[in-house]
């Protein structure tokens, strides 16, 4: 009993999974009508068909066919879902992790010295509004390479909530500890890695989740525009073929992957957490 107590939660979410499913499922069936006539009448058009979302059991059939052979490769128009999701991540991961080489270290800055932000935070404010996208053309007129651009869109959403939070992580650390390395005259660097990287590390990382959801949300939009490859360029390729039962899966691998992302920073994040 008390083993049931303890996962009550999980009961719940397979019996709401289930019940959606099901609902789901019996919603997508086409009606009656449909299903009686020959497919010779269907093709000479005997009754006006009305589009249906693929139901849950041609979905799961789809994923199984689609995930015995992920990273199959027949020509540009046709690769797995393992390729695709492969330059995603890639790209994803390389606008990522240089959005942090530069971001934390400014955050540093910013949050050690108010002087830097009073004097950086105009210029935070005006460019962190504006939509990664829209920074597209002028990456692709600057850059004229279609995946250095997608990196480049990636690093421009993933550099504001890393930066912002670093900041705010460093300002908060506590004064008396930052006294403290100061009577032991530490250098300012040494007070950095030393006490205040490990008091920030919790804040830090939280910008950084923020940034990695954000930065695989970003992509999808971007490969649809530059295409070629991409989990993105496969929404929209599957799209215009209007096989809806592939886009749907590809969405569900989309929310996935996203989840596995978090995941692995929030293992992290509490890794680095600390108690006073």
């Known amino acids: ?155 421009i959403c993933s550099i504001w909530p890393m930066l912002i939070n670093t900041a705010f992580g460093v300002a908060d650390v506590r004064k008396d500890w930052i006294n403290v390395a100061r009577t032991h005259e530490l250098s300012n660097l040494r007070t950095a890695f030393t006490v205040i990287l490990p008091a920030a590390a919790p804040t830090i990382l939280t910008g950084m989740r923020i940034s990695i959801g954000i930065a695989w949300l970003v992509i999808v939009a971007a490969e649809m525009l530059v295409g070629g490859t991409g989990i993105g360029y496969y929404v929209w390729n599957e799209w215009n073929n209007l096989d809806l039962t592939s886009v749907i899966f590809s969405i569900l691998m989309i929310g996935l992957v996203g989840m596995l992302l978090d995941l692995m920073l929030s293992s992290v994040s509490r890794w680095v957490q600390y108690k006073e």
């Not at 020959?38 to 994923?63: F, K, N």
């Not at 971001?103 to 950086?120: D, E, N, R, S, T």
């Not at 002028?138 to 850059?143: H, N, P, V």
């Open 1 to 155: 009993m008390n083993y049931i107590a303890a996962h009550r939660h999980i009961l719940i979410s397979l019996l709401f999974l289930l019940c959606t499913l099901g609902i789901w499922e019996w919603g997508s069936q086409p009606p009656e009508a449909t299903k009686a006539m020959s497919e010779y009448e269907l093709l000479m058009g005997g009754v006006d068909q009305e589009a249906r979302v693929p139901p849950p059991s041609a979905i799961i059939e789809r994923a199984f066919d689609e995930l015995s052979d992920p990273f199959y490769d027949a020509g540009p128009n046709d690769k797995g879902i393992g390729i695709q999701l492969a330059y995603s991540l890639y790209r994803v991961l390389m606008g990522f992790f240089l959005a942090a080489l530069i971001a934390i270290p400014i955050g540093f800055v910013i949050g050690m010295f108010p002087i830097m932000h009073k004097a950086l935070n105009p210029y935070i404010q005006i460019l962190k509004p504006i939509s990664p996208l829209a920074w597209m053309p002028l990456a692709l007129f600057i850059i004229k390479d279609s995946e250095a651009s997608a990196i480049f869109v990636i690093f």
